[in-house]
């Protein structure tokens, strides 16, 4: 199984690129990576936390587990205006978590697992995290999305807890 990567390594900076179709090989990586997000446990994993550049993600918000979506090329299309406030915190820097607040539902466009285009709405939990992984495949981790002066104080918690 592939490790995380830790940050600040480049492919957590890069954004990841697009999969052309979906072979056994692309099955086979969202299948480590339900492993790997089951075992931190987590919600949700994007291939580049693994160092994979693709444009894959894997989120399952739900409470029994076992529910996992597998996305390539996500793409949110439509945003609700009520948002949701979250902790959320990523394995590429452990220890560190800031409170966000985004959008409570979202729409996604995406290639499933059969190769086909499909459309779902993500609501609560894992609207946060489907969002919280298409960040990732965008090259954005999600302090970027804090002011200055929190990034660079989140930063240098997670710098003294190393």
């Known amino acids: 199984m592939r490790n995380i990567v830790p940050w600040p390594n480049k492919v957590l900076r890069t954004p990841a690129e697009s999969v052309g179709e979906i072979t056994d090989e692309i099955r086979a990586i969202w299948d480590e990576m339900i492993e ?3 075992a ?3 919600y949700g994993l994007a291939a580049v936390q693994l160092g994979v550049p693709l444009r894959l993600a894997v989120v399952d918000a739900s409470v029994e587990r076992g529910q996992a979506i597998r996305l390539a090329n ?3 299309l439509t945003t609700s ?3 949701r406030a979250h902790a959320e915190a990523s394995p590429n820097l452990p220890g560190v978590h800031a409170t966000l607040k985004r959008p409570a539902k979202v729409s996604v466009r995406f290639l499933n697992e059969d190769g086909v285009w499909d459309r779902k709405e993500f ?3 894992w609207s946060t995290s489907v969002q919280h992984q298409i ?3 965008e090259g954005k981790m999600f302090f970027d999305r804090l002011s200055r002066t929190r990034r660079e104080m989140l930063l240098k918690k997670a710098q003294k807890q190393k």
């Open 40 to 42: 931190m446990p987590g």
């Open 81 to 83: 205006p009520e948002l």
């Open 74 to 76: 996500p793409e949110i």
């Open 36 to 38: 790997v997000m089951d």
């Open 135 to 137: 960040d990732h495949l």
């Open 123 to 125: 609501e609560g939990l």
